[in-house]
């Protein structure tokens, strides 16, 4: 079973310019989650997707920052405009979220990430 | 309001000699706890977690962990550690009572495994 796909893996950037990140997620997941992991921090949830809507962006810096998951499969994750402490390495990761998201035993796995340097 | 705390930022052990990697939390309700590790580079990979029943749970790579409900903690463990096992490690807790798919994760620990 393939996991979960991110691209890229790396991305240098100056501040002030736009960046976007990809995501496919296991096949037949239906929860689609973004995380913003900073060094030396624990992940931290940006965004998550329940098919092709959104359950839970709180923590989403919505004036720079956006998603979208058109199709309920693959996302895509934008910064515009970058700033210096968006430098960080962000997660994609995916969950069955069918039939299980109600109890909360359900498993997230995780892509291998995109390290973004913002200078 | 949820949380999880990792007291140790690292975690020294020889190859060899059982480790512990300790993870205590803060829920309202029942907590669902997990435990991933990253390798450098590398995304989180799931070892285990613990949803209900016996609170002795055992995960991937020969670690377990035990929920101990008075003490709130939800510490790692494996009998004989190996160079191999040296990474990061992170907890993570999810109050089925809110989004009950959202990982509030802790701060991680760095396990250093020496030969």
């Known amino acids: 079973e393939a996991g979960v796909a991110q691209s890229p893996r790396y991305k240098i950037i100056e501040k002030r310019q736009s960046v976007a990140f990809w995501c496919n997620p296991i096949?037949?997941?239906?929860?689609l989650y973004w995380y913003q992991q900073i060094l030396g921090q624990g992940p931290k949830l940006l965004i998550q997707f329940q098919n092709n809507g959104v359950v839970d962006d709180s923590q989403l810096p919505k004036d720079r920052f956006s998603a979208e998951r058109l199709k309920g499969v693959d996302s895509t994750l934008k910064i515009q405009p970058a700033k210096l402490e968006d430098s960080a390495v962000y997660l994609c990761a995916s969950s069955l979220g069918v039939l299980e998201w109600r109890g909360g035993s359900d498993t997230q796995y995780f892509g291998p990430g995109t390290r973004l340097t913002v200078l | 309001a949820q949380s999880v705390a990792q007291p140790e930022d690292q975690v020294n052990v020889a190859e060899g000699n059982p480790l512990t990697v300790k993870c205590t939390y803060s829920v309202s309700g029942n907590p669902y706890l997990f435990w991933y590790v990253q390798y450098p580079n590398r995304g989180l990979q799931f070892l285990l977690k613990?949803?209900?029943?016996?609170?002795l749970v055992k995960g991937s790579y020969g670690f377990e962990a035990e929920f101990n409900k008075s003490q709130t903690s939800f510490h790692l463990k494996k009998p004989s550690a190996l160079v191999s096992d040296s990474a990061l490690y992170f907890c993570a807790v999810r109050d089925p009572q809110y989004n009950f798919n959202k990982f509030y994760f802790g701060s991680g620990t760095k396990l250093n495994v020496k030969p």
């Open positions: 613990y949803i209900t029943g016996d609170n």
């Open positions: 096949s037949g997941h239906a929860t």
